[in-house]
């Protein structure tokens, strides 16, 4: 198993296909991430971001109880260019 410092700076990436958009999978998902890493990592808090224009990313992140905390400039991997990430915190 890995150490909470490990945890902490591990990051995850969730996509999916247009064809699931919708249907309720990435909520599933990141509700299952967050009982996961309060519940048996035991770490504290959860950091979260997703582009300015994902409205869909950041409404799941808000109704799993994130708050949002800024924005900051980065470049996106994905998109091959510098995009707004909207930054969230979620506190166990």
């Not at 996961?36 to 799993?64: P, Q």
Request: glycine residues 10%; aromatic residues 8%.
């Amino acid at each position: 198993m890995y150490s909470a410092l490990q945890m902490a700076k591990a990051r995850l990436v969730i996509g999916s296909s247009r064809g699931v958009w919708g249907c309720g999978f990435g909520l599933e998902a990141a509700e299952r991430l967050v009982r996961l890493v309060f519940e048996d990592v035991g770490l504290s808090a959860i950091r979260a971001g997703c582009a300015d224009d994902n409205v869909a990313s950041a409404a799941v992140l808000t109704r799993l109880g994130f708050d949002r905390v800024g924005d900051v400039r980065v470049f996106s991997q994905s998109r091959e260019t510098e995009i707004i990430q909207r930054r969230f915190l979620l506190m166990a």
